[in-house]
Every structure is written in C-alpha cells, then in structure tokens.
Antibody, heavy 119, light 107 residues
C-alpha cells in the first residue's frame, strides 16, 4: 500500500525557516516524481514544487521561487521542503504527493502538515 | 502561466441529480488535465486524469470530457458521498495550476 507521511509542520515567525518532510513507503520511491501542494485555510489548492525521480529537474511556483528548496533522498525514500524567509501568506497545510508517470496526475497524497507563519 | 477558470464556484444539488462542472483553460493543454475531489479535512483524491480516464476505484458515475480548452466533469447521478469540493488541474506545463474549486452542497 502506498503511504506518504508528512512531518515537520509548526508555528514559525515571519522571516523564519522551517523544513518539512515526506516519508514514502509501499512503492519504489526512486521511480517517481514527487511534489508539494499547499492549501491555505479555507482556500483552494496551490502547487508549490516538483522534483523528478532522479532530482535531475526541479520546478517551483513563482510565489516560492528563491525561498523554498525541494530535495529528495532516494536511499531513504524521503522528500523535503526547506522553507526560508517565510511569510504569513505561506500559512497552509502542505501536502506531498506522488505524480503518476506519463499521465502526470497526482495519484497519491499524504495527510498534510500545517505550517503557520505568525508572530 | 496557464490559468484555469472553474465554474460554478458553488453548486447546490440533490441526490440523484446530474451535475456538470466546467473548467476553461487560458491556452491549449493537450490531454494533461485532471479532476480532484476533496472532502473537509482530507487530502484531495484524483477522479479523472488524461481528460477522460477514470482513476482506479472511482465510480463510473464520474466522467470527464473536453471541447477545445473547455473541460467538463459530469456526475451522472449524485450520491450522498459526492458532496465535496472539486478542483481541476493542468499538468501540461509549469507552473502546474489548479482551478479555484467548486463546492457542491446538498440542496
């Protein structure tokens, strides 16, 4: 069974940093692109970043480019998002998801981790 | 960036109704298009991918179609468990974008 488990969320002050992680199991992690999607309270879905299976290609939303860094460790089946220079508008539930190869939809999602940026 | 304009934002319907949700893309996106369902406090769940292919395990009352840059999700006969929020998504190019969502509520 595919499982994705996010961790590391919490309360951080504006301008601060936080690292969230996604632990994967139940599939060959190194074969799939992985992604982060966030959802601000009461709002819609916003794609944040994607990293391909071998980390050869990385993509970011303009809203986080230059502040967030996505990475993965295929030996540990984990993905991380290092979030720097955090702003109140980064407050959201952050979901990790697995992208299906070829058709590209996000077929498996974690339960999400809440990041709150507030003083 | 490809913008997705989803309509309606809110829909009130009854069990057994046929409902349609539309998503219009600002430019062509080939077949890299999906629909998701999200229930309160839960992660989204993919229903349709590749415009019209049903994700494994999704009931056949859900269907997707497209005409040019207009994409449609149809639920043929609403069931109680279908009342949720629905999002469209394009994965044709970066940045990946979602529609703003359609909240489907019981009339």
């Amino acid at each position: 069974e595919v499982q994705l488990l996010e961790s590391g969320g919490g309360l951080v002050q504006p301008g601060g940093s936080l690292r969230i992680s996604c632990a994967a199991s139940g599939f060959t992690f190194s074969s799939y692109a992985m992604t982060w999607v966030r959802q601000a309270p009461g709002k819609g879905l916003e794609w944040v970043s994607l990293i391909t299976s071998s980390s050869a290609s990385i993509y970011y939303a303009d809203s986080v480019k230059g502040r967030f860094i996505i990475s993965r460790d295929n030996s540990e089946s984990t993905m991380s998002l290092q979030m720097n220079s955090l702003r109140p508008e980064d407050t959201a539930v952050y979901y990790c998801a697995r992208q299906t190869t070829g058709t590209r939809q996000f077929s498996y999602w974690g339960q999400g981790t809440l990041v709150t940026v507030s003083s | 960036d490809i913008q997705l304009t989803q309509s309606p934002s809110f829909l009130s319907a009854s069990v057994g109704d046929r409902v349609t949700i539309t998503c219009r893309a600002s430019q062509g996106i080939s077949s890299f298009f999906a629909w998701y369902q999200q229930k309160p406090g839960k992660a989204p769940k993919v229903l349709i991918y590749g415009v019209s292919s049903l994700e494994s395990g999704v009931p056949s009352r859900f269907s997707g179609s497209a005409s040019g840059t207009e994409f449609t999700l149809t639920i043929s006969s609403l069931q109680p468990e279908d009342f949720a929020t629905y999002f469209c998504q394009q994965v044709n190019s970066y940045p990946i974008t979602f529609g703003q969502g359609t909240r489907l509520e019981i009339k």
